[in-house]
Every structure is written in C-alpha cells, then in structure tokens.
C-alpha cells in the first residue's frame, strides 16, 4: 500500500464528504481509502477473524482482494 495525495470522492467506507488527502491509502487492487476509514475495517475484519478460529487476511472492502502477506496496514 502507499500513501498518496488525492482528492478523489468519498469512498464507500468513508461517512464525511472530504475528499481524499495525505491520509489516502491505495490498496494494490488500485481502490483508495482514507486511512482513516480503513484502519478500523481492517480492524474488525482482523478481530472477526481470530474469534472465529480463522487465520486473519486483510482484503479490500470493495473488491475482497486479498492483501499480500507482509503488506503494512493503512
């Protein structure tokens, strides 16, 4: 992932307005975030995961593509 400067729309997890800025997050299926709005998806994705005796894997909330492992968090 890699943090770039956009000013794209809000995203389907976002809940304000703003456009995208310094906080965007490009996942590697090329979808952006605001890291801001995915940190907790990754979050409750992660935490869902291991309560229910799964291995955790981070996936874009848009198109469920899987991250690589070793990939940073937003």
């Known amino acids: 992932m890699s943090s770039l400067r956009l000013n794209l729309p809000r995203g389907p997890l976002d809940v304000s307005d703003e456009g995208l800025d310094d906080d965007a997050v490009v996942l590697p299926c090329a979808h952006a ?28 909330p848009v198109c469920r593509s899987v991250l690589p492992e070793g990939e940073p968090e937003a």
């Open 33 to 60: 975030f605001h890291g801001r709005c995915l940190r907790p998806w990754f979050a409750l994705a992660y935490s869902d995961a291991l309560r229910a005796g799964e291995a955790p894997t981070l996936a874009c």
